[in-house]
């Protein structure tokens, strides 16, 4: 079956710091993949997403993700975070097994000290 | 754009009751919206596919009968989670989608704020 891995299940980092948030997809076919983010209280937003083409994807908000198809992952980066980045971040993918489906990831906690 | 409403946002019932929850894209037409549920800190999960005009395609272990999904028009789902228990209280959330390029490139999915259901 197809899963999504996010290895950090909470981060915490200081303001400034630089952040690597992991994910790895099972699935051997074609993939869209999509990182969101879930501001406390409110609901989920698209950060960014995959499709085709420059596997180096930029989002809002000065993050970025970078699809490595040999290691089924879409890890996401920014390299200076801020406290207002406090938040959940969900991986997904987006398969099609005789339809589309999307799979989210279990969700990484981040925390930013001021 | 692209903005997914819910309604009602928080709910409480009691067992046994039913309760609807509406979805609605209020700035684009979707022909494909998805329902999930979110346990407290753990990821969403799929419940089912509702396609706009036909029935929905329920994901495995979900309860068709409990679990009610219309899609009436292209800007309207509806949730109805029938003879609620308390086990059922969750987070329901459901997305619109729109394909992106031919319908073989996959879709854009927007978000509804969720909705809350307690059943005491």
């Known amino acids: 079956a197809q899963s999504v891995s996010q290895h950090n299940h909470h981060v915490i980092l200081s303001e400034a710091a630089s952040l690597e948030l992991g994910c790895n997809y099972s699935y051997g076919g074609t993939v869209n993949l999509f990182w969101y983010v879930q501001y406390p209280g409110q609901h989920l937003q698209l950060l960014l997403k995959?499709?085709?083409?420059?596997?180096l994807v930029k989002g809002i908000k000065g993050f970025e993700a970078e699809f490595i198809k040999s290691k089924f992952s879409f890890n996401l980066r920014k390299p200076s975070v801020q406290w207002s980045d406090t938040a959940e971040y969900f991986c997904?993918?987006?398969?099609?097994?005789?339809?589309?489906?999307?799979?989210f990831g279990a969700g990484t906690r981040l925390f930013v000290k001021a | 754009g692209a903005v997914v409403s819910q309604h009602p946002s928080r709910v409480i019932c009691k067992s046994g009751t039913s309760v609807k929850i509406e979805c609605r894209s209020l700035?684009?037409?979707?022909?494909?919206m998805f329902w999930y549920r979110q346990f407290p800190k753990q990821s969403l999960m799929l419940m089912a596919t509702s396609n706009e005009g036909s029935k929905a395609t329920y994901e495995q272990g979900v309860e068709k009968d409990k679990f009610l999904i219309n899609h009436a028009s292209l800007t309207l789902s509806t949730l109805t989670v029938t003879s609620a228990h308390p086990e059922d209280s969750s987070f329901y959330i459901c997305?619109?989608?729109?394909?992106?390029?031919?319908?073989?490139?996959?879709?854009?999915?927007?978000f509804g704020p969720g909705t809350r259901l307690t059943v005491t």
């Open positions: 997305s619109a989608s729109y394909p992106v390029g031919y319908s073989g490139r996959g879709y854009e999915q927007y």
């Open positions: 995959y499709f085709s083409g420059d596997p």
């Open positions: 997904a993918v987006t398969v099609n097994t005789g339809g589309f489906k999307t799979i």
């Open positions: 700035d684009f037409q979707a022909t494909t």
